[in-house]
């Protein structure tokens, strides 16, 4: 049982950098402002989180995998703990009555102050004491005494979707938290906290939508408690071509995006939805979700061909990124021009390798042509080659991961001329060369 879960204590976390910064709402940051983030932390920690890492942990990048271990101890270490086991030890020990026990759900809407700063909790404690909000003290106190003994055999937690596959995709869940202490009950969509529903403990279903395919973690929480959690797979109907913006994307058919052998969005196309492509290109991503079979990490090889065909104004470096998903996690390259490596990230399963501190140079291409890009993971290595070049290789171990899906996601457009997955013995698994 899980008992102050890393995704309320990375809510907690990101709270105290906002605070710490002073910028305001972390909503109306802009890409500048993460650019600046990954360089403050850089400078105190010495270790590199990009820009985009750092949009995937604030929710402005869509990505349903957790945080890696290196990304947690980096954002603890910067706001002034020794890693991320220390922030956890840290604040088990300072609030065991506050922070832990009075999430943002369990504070009245009339009270800002303290739904914003729940680590303050022991700073104000006078101010609540006078104004008799020591109630809500006393309800956290009495969740934290309880919680401790909750038996997760006493709740029930499962779930159905209401088609089988693509988006969006209401699922219902059924819950039975009847013998919950309090009326402090909620189901997570997956590890990302702010995806959070209350629901009241006495009754048994709960409808939720998912915008997005994915492989999810979800979870009934009682109190600060995962009670029960289990796997989600929101799957796609072939290609999924959509403009990543929240709450809903936009969508189009696979039709649209596939002709002359090759899958991508032409600018007129996304431009006849009404969607501007300066001054900041949107994201445009093409998803595959769907059991591929047996194939996971451990042994595989994945070759693909892709071209990005806008640079215009702030679109000039034509950030690309190839993808794996996998079951809880992600393989992504990430391609730019040349001049932009510095930008670039190759994030694999639990390692994330900045070009900040690396020699990423490989990754830096020529878009005016059809840029090849072979994966490979053979025998706890793994060797990434760009137009037949090693570009980067590095030993890997540990369990293998399912593959279940391929992303492709390009700053403002970009086409893909043709994917291959096969296992390591060279055992072709899916291929697609878009009606060629």
Not at 116 to 130: C, D, H, N
Not at 247 to 270: C, M
Not at 329 to 349: H, V
């Amino acid at each position: 049982m899980k008992t102050d879960t890393d995704d309320i204590l990375l809510t907690r976390c990101k709270t105290l950098i906002e605070e710490k910064l002073g910028w305001g709402n972390s909503t109306q940051w802009s890409n500048r402002d993460f650019e600046e983030l990954s360089q403050q932390i850089f400078d105190v920690t010495s270790v590199t989180l990009s820009p985009t890492t750092l949009k995937r942990i604030w929710g402005k990048v869509k990505y349903e995998s957790a945080p890696t271990a290196t990304t947690l101890n980096t954002l603890a270490q910067y706001t002034g703990f020794e890693n991320w086991r220390d922030f956890r030890q840290h604040q088990a020990a300072e609030m065991p009555q506050q922070a832990s026990a009075v999430t943002a759900a369990q504070i009245p809407a009339n009270k800002p102050e303290v739904r914003k700063r729940p680590y303050l909790f022991s700073f104000i404690l006078p101010i609540l004491l006078a104004t008799g909000i020591v109630g809500w003290l006393l309800l956290a106190k009495k969740d934290v005494n309880t919680s401790a003994q909750l038996n997760p055999a006493d709740y029930q937690f499962s779930s159905k979707k209401v088609v089988a596959s693509g988006v969006p995709n209401s699922v219902i869940f059924d819950y039975d938290a009847s013998k919950a202490p309090e009326d402090s009950v909620y189901i997570q969509q997956s590890w990302d906290s702010s995806k959070r529903t209350r629901v009241a403990r006495n009754q048994h279903q709960h409808t939720s939508i998912y915008y997005y395919p994915g492989f999810f973690q979800a979870k009934l929480v009682v109190g600060h408690q995962v009670i029960k959690e289990h796997q989600l797979f929101i799957k796609t109907n072939g290609w999924l071509p959509l403009i990543n913006q929240e709450p809903v994307p936009v969508y189009f058919k696979q039709q649209e995006a596939i002709q002359d052998g090759k899958l991508g969005l032409t600018v007129e196309k996304i431009e006849a939805r009404h969607i501007n492509l300066q001054p900041t290109a949107p994201s445009v991503q093409y998803m595959n979700l769907k059991d591929f079979g047996d194939i996971s990490t451990d042994s595989f090889i994945y070759e693909t061909t892709i071209q990005n065909t806008y640079k215009e104004g702030a679109a000039v470096c034509q950030y690309s990124e190839i993808g794996l998903l996998t079951e809880g996690s992600a393989i992504l390259i990430r391609l730019s021009a040349k001049g932009c490596i510095s930008e670039n990230t190759l994030f694999y399963i639990d390692k994330e390798i900045p070009g900040k501190t690396n020699d990423l140079s490989g990754f830096g291409v020529d878009f005016n042509h059809f840029v090849a890009v072979r994966c490979e993971a053979v025998n706890n290595h793994v060797k990434i080659f760009v137009d037949n070049k090693l570009a980067f290789d590095f030993p890997h171990k540990g369990a293998g991961s399912k593959i279940i899906g391929l992303t492709y996601q390009f700053q403002g457009a970009g086409l893909v001329d043709a994917v291959k997955l096969s296992r390591g013995n060279g055992q072709v698994i899916y291929e697609d060369t878009f009606g060629r």
